[in-house]
């Protein structure tokens, strides 16, 4: 399988499935995450990159540690505006 097969194969995986993941492994994931960050040092004065970023959860928290947030990467459209909704919701407009 080459990375574009399986990339294609991914994106077509978790097409719609936002939502149930939401409800299920987000919210695993997001409760782990302060101490990701705990291990990571992050707060004022750090750049964080958030890989397959979610929500966003992980770069919120972070942000309002006082880290920068350089970069947030999602592996789906939906979960880029899913990002995006969580991050305005956060932060305000």
Same mark, same amino acid.
């Given at each position: &399988? =080459?990375? =574009?097969?399986? /990339? ?9 499935? #936002?939502? $149930? ?5 987000? !919210?695993?994931? $997001?409760?782990? $995450?302060?101490?990701?960050? /705990? ?6 004065? &750090? !750049?964080?990159? /958030?890989? #397959?970023?979610?929500? #966003?959860?992980?770069?919120?928290? $972070? ?6 947030? #350089?970069?947030?990467?999602?592996? =789906? ?7 995006? =909704? ?8």
């Amino acid at each position: &399988m =080459t990375a =574009t097969s399986f /990339d294609d194969h991914e994106r077509e995986r978790w097409a719609g499935r #936002g939502a $149930a993941y939401e409800r299920s492994f987000g !919210r695993l994931c $997001a409760y782990r $995450a302060g101490v990701l960050l /705990d291990g990571a040092g992050a707060g004022a004065g &750090m !750049r964080v990159l /958030d890989v #397959g970023t979610g929500r #966003g959860t992980v770069a919120a928290l $972070a942000a309002g540690r006082g880290a920068e947030v #350089g970069a947030a990467l999602a592996f =789906t459209p939906a979960a880029w505006r899913a990002f995006v =909704t969580e991050i305005a919701a956060r932060t305000g407009p």
